[in-house]
């Protein structure tokens, strides 16, 4: 009979033959020891890695044995989601009616090479793939849901791309995989890097972290991923400390420098972004060095696999926040898990070992050798008897809910793909002549071309669709691992990134619900340098990133009034800095008022001298008819009283807000009252040489006594200053100005004189006028006279000129209203001088000593006396 058949076998063509070996190759294969199934008329396939491989990389050395060793509890929980979905939308014939869904579920085991062998196993359906071919006793195949690594899942999409097959990736998120151009058939049901680069770092801005360090794995996921994150801190202006990155099997030397890194540096937060796996090891080297003062901002790569630290990493790992794929409540999932059992699922060759990692037993029927329990634990059988319990209420923490809900809205998508296609009106379909796909056997990119539409609600209310890159929408969740009682740590959802909301209300974080690794309940500080506050500015330092950077004090004028400013800003001209130099206040103006206590006084003592001076004038008007009064020409004594009294009130004019009249009278009524004084005391002492000198015998003098000397000097002398100060008034006139420049921060109020020549010409003959008179009293003091007033006349234009050349000093050192008021004191000063000296002795003798207030007293002294009077 052999040899019949062989016979058979050799008169066979080619192309039969060729196709009876490969069908015979179908029927011979045996069942796959590293797959799960479930026959149905169309498959779905899942590629999960639900061991880990802690004993080789992809890189093995050749004839080494091919071991997965451990079984992940979390990625086991992916599987128990494609199989409830696909269980649960074959129970709901609305979707799917009268078509019955199947699974072929390979384990991976985090290896390129199996991801592979699975994809060919999936695509050709036998376990010794012949490309180009697939069993036609195999159901026709959907799509492939896998795989949860990024290096994996780019491999897989190359193949599957030139097929166009799709495939939906849970939880791959490189962004390279958004090219539709390698990958035209690739979906995935979470965002790429880019997006939780971004919220990443606006978590880092979000609590004002300024100085981070960043650790990443070696691989897809790790080196692009930390790569995007660098960008997005250095666009929110956070400086990166270090960054280091370690292989996927770390070695003693290579934990050492990271350990080195970390301990050396100042910064309190540091990202990782690395798979679970990976980091582990780097994990157990923080914690044996006990260095607890650092807070991990973790990625999705391993945020919810906090069932796999030991209860001595709690210390370093509680207060971790990171970003966690998005967790459905997936309807009637939990029930689901609780129930499962080695004896209700005996076709899952993934549950007794579940159960020995779950209840740390072993089973009678499986081999000891490739046993992951200590050899020094008691052995332990299981007897089916142990069941799976709520933890906390919640799905037993071993099970990873996030990823298991991004697996089930993608066999969902896939059935909501087949659904649109079996939903295909004859006629009007979407394919040449308008045809439709067939159900029951239809071509791989027939289904790609409905994936790409593919937009519903699941059953928990939220929208599912994808965009041009492939990408489900953007959401994470931001968990918190916080301590429970027992040692362990469990993860608090506390916020969340949502990239569809409007920008910069993507993310939400309640502060009240994380607990930091810290003994204080406030958001831990990381920053280089302190924040420098307003009033200052940073300037970075010498060799160190922007973070590092030194507090400056802005300049006098400037201002900053943001925290961290790099520059300061110039206050406006009439405004200036307050005294912490953070905000611009309007400049204080600055002129001599009435309402200080200097504008006062001198305003008291001005007012005073006036009424003084009046009551003067009205004792000389009393007793104009006495003798003394007579002997000093009373009418130049009533002229001189009233302009000393216009000068003492000329001095109100320099008090107060300078308006533009004030600025224009003030100095040329000064200057011209001053005048009329100074020419009235010239006049008298003029008029006192001639009346001593007309008495001389044959004297030329005897015309000039009389009032048409005194009367012609003081109108000449005055009205030569009115000329000076008309022509000021006409071609420069004196304003009001804010004078901004004068002292800093003040605004001087003040009146500008417009012409310092003009000012000083009015000064200068005033003075020169007061030295004439100084000079001809000086020259007749010693005149014979009972009462020569030449002498008086000389004090006073001693003091008058004293004063006036004090006054030159003060006036050119001083600045605003204290210029004013050296201005003022010399005007009342220099006036009193002349009215104490002058008029006081007078007022002695015409008050106090009558009995000398005589004509015999006044011609005691001699004949020449009593031809003076005659002559006056």
């Not at 799917?96 to 085991?109: E, H, K, R, W």
């Not at 799509?143 to 791959?172: D, H, N, P, W």
């Not at 994936?451 to 929408?473: Q, R, T």
């Not at 600025?663 to 005391?681: D, M």
Request: glycine share 6%; charged share 15%; hydrophobic share 40%.
């Amino acid at each position: 009979m052999a040899l019949l058949g062989l016979m058979v076998l050799l008169a066979m063509p080619p192309s039969l033959y060729s196709a009876f070996s490969l069908s015979l190759s179908c029927i011979l294969q045996s069942q796959n020891e590293v797959s799960f199934e479930q026959d149905g008329d169309i498959l779905i396939g899942g590629l999960i890695p639900v061991h880990i491989n802690w004993l080789k990389s992809d890189f093995q050395i050749t004839g080494q044995p091919d071991l997965c060793n451990t079984l992940d509890t979390k990625d086991y929980s992916w599987v128990q989601a494609l199989v409830f979905s696909i269980n649960e939308i074959n129970q709901n014939q609305t979707l799917l009616p009268n078509i019955s869904l199947g699974f072929q579920i390979y384990d991976t085991c985090y290896s390129i090479t199996r991801a592979l062998r699975g994809t060919m196993w999936m695509l050709t359906g036998q376990e010794k793939p012949i490309l180009n071919y697939r069993c036609q006793s195999q159901a026709s195949l959907a799509a492939i849901i896998g795989e949860s690594s990024s290096t994996c899942s780019i491999s897989m999409a190359r193949v599957l791309g030139l097929y166009k097959y799709t495939q939906l990736s849970y939880f791959s998120t490189s962004p390279v995989l958004s090219d539709k151009f390698q990958f035209p058939s690739f979906f995935r049901m979470l965002p790429s890097d880019d997006v939780q680069a971004l919220g990443l770092a606006q978590i880092v801005a979000h609590f004002g972290w300024t100085w981070v360090g960043l650790l990443s794995s070696a691989g897809d996921y790790g080196t692009l991923g930390s790569q995007i994150l660098k960008v997005e801190l250095l666009k929110l202006g956070v400086c990166i400390a270090f960054h280091e990155t370690f292989p996927t099997v770390s070695t003693a030397l290579d934990l050492k420098l990271i350990l080195e890194v970390v301990k050396r540096s100042s910064a309190k937060i540091i990202l990782v972004y690395s798979l679970d796996t990976y980091f582990l090891p780097v994990v157990e080297e923080l914690s044996r060095a006990n260095i607890t003062s650092k807070v991990l901002i973790i990625s999705d790569g391993w945020s919810s696999n906090f069932q796999r630290l030991k209860k001595e990493y709690t210390d370093i790992m509680s207060g971790t926040i990171g970003f966690s794929v998005h967790e459905g409540n997936m309807p009637g999932f939990k029930e689901f898990l609780l129930k499962l059992h080695p004896s209700t699922s005996p076709h899952d060759i993934f549950i007794k070992p579940l159960w020995k990692e779950i209840f740390k037993c072993q089973w009678p029927d499986l081999e000891n050798s490739l046993t992951t329990m200590n050899v020094s634990t008691p052995l332990i059988m299981c007897t089916g008897a142990e069941k799976l319990k709520e933890f906390n209420g919640q799905i037993p923490r071993e099970f990873d809910m996030s990823t298991s809900y991004n697996v089930y809205n993608a066999v969902y998508s896939v059935a909501q793909g087949l659904h649109d296609m079996h939903s295909c009106v004859l006629g009007e379909g979407p394919f040449v002549n308008h045809t439709c796909a067939d159900i029951k056997n239809f071509k791989p990119w027939q289904l790609l071309h409905y994936m790409k539409k593919v937009h519903f609600v699941n059953k928990i209310g939220e929208e599912m669709y994808f965009d041009n890159n492939g990408d489900a929408p953007a959401v994470y969740d931001i968990i918190n691992w916080q301590p429970n009682p027992d040692g362990s740590i469990q993860s608090v959802k506390v916020g969340s990134f949502d990239a569809r909301a409007p920008k910069g209300q993507e993310l939400s974080i309640n502060m009240s619900a994380i607990q930091w690794n810290t003994q204080h309940p406030e958001v831990p500080r990381s920053m280089c340098s302190e924040s420098c506050g307003p009033g200052n500015r940073k300037v970075a330092q010498q060799g160190q990133p922007l973070c590092c950077f030194d507090c400056i004090p802005c300049a006098e004028g400037e201002i900053s009034n943001v925290v961290d400013s790099t520059i300061c800003w110039q206050c406006g001209s009439d405004h200036w800095p307050n005294e912490r130099r953070s905000e611009c206040v309007p400049k204080r103006i600055e002129y001599l008022s009435y309402e200080e206590v200097m504008g006062i006084i001198l305003a008291v003592v001005a007012i005073s001298c006036f009424i003084i001076t009046t009551a003067i004038l009205c004792v000389f008007i009393k007793y104009r008819d006495t003798p003394i009064a007579k002997a000093n020409n009373r009418e130049l004594s009533f002229l001189l009283l009233g302009a000393l009294m216009l000068s003492f009130l000329c001095s109100l004019l320099f008090i107060g807000d300078p308006q533009q009249i004030t600025c224009l009278l003030r100095q040329p009524a000064f200057g011209t009252i001053f005048v009329l004084c100074v020419s009235c005391v010239l006049a008298k002492t003029i008029m006192v040489v001639i009346a001593f000198n007309a008495t001389k015998p044959n004297s030329n003098l005897r015309g000039w006594v009389g009032p048409r000397v005194p009367i012609v000097t003081v109108t000449a002398c005055t009205f030569i200053q009115v000329l000076i100060c008309a022509t000021w008034l006409l071609i420069c006139p004196p304003f009001p100005e804010r004078n901004m420049k004068l002292k800093i921060g003040i605004i001087i109020w003040q009146c500008n004189e417009c012409s310092d020549v003009a000012f000083w010409c009015m000064l200068g003959y005033m003075g020169f006028l007061a030295c004439a008179s100084f000079l001809v009293a000086f020259l007749a003091r010693k005149l014979p006279d009972s009462f020569n007033e030449a002498k008086w006349i000389t004090f006073s234009m001693l003091v008058f000129l004293s004063v006036w050349l004090s006054f030159i000093p003060g006036y050119l050192s001083t600045q605003g209203k204290n210029t004013v008021a050296v201005e003022i004191f010399g005007i009342i000063s220099s006036s009193a001088g002349i009215l104490v000296c002058i008029f006081l002795p007078k007022c002695y003798i015409i008050l106090l000593r009558p009995d000398m207030n005589t004509r015999e007293q006044l011609l005691g002294k001699g004949t020449g006396i009593k031809k003076k009077i005659k002559a006056i």
